[in-house]
């Protein structure tokens, strides 16, 4: 299988919606025709709203794939893991 070029990336964990789909798009925005995005999500409606709004603009869906689980940093320590949260990285190409 060929490798995608990620031309750009964005780190969109606990990132509330509507901001990661605002965040996502204006990212496209700087970008040309035909480069490709990475953004990673978290899972439930991030992943769904973004995926389904990115598609809504016309852009091209090229992979939704879900990560392994990562700990999510809370802020009740310097290091004390609040909780293990699923994240999604999504491949975009934009149109």
Known sequence: ????????ALDLKNTPCPVNFVKTKLKLEEM???EVLEVLL??????TNVT???????????????????RDQG?????TPRSIKNYW??????V
Do not use: C, F
């Open 1 to 8: 299988m060929t490798e995608i070029k990620i031309n750009q």
């Open 32 to 34: 040309n025709s035909g």
């Open 42 to 47: 978290d899972d439930g409606d991030p992943i």
């Open 52 to 70: 389904a709004s990115v598609k809504e603009e016309g852009h091209q869906i090229l992979k939704v794939e879900q990560m392994e689980p990562t």
């Open 75 to 79: 802020s009740y320590g310097r290091n």
């Open 89 to 94: 990285k999504l491949i975009i190409k934009k």
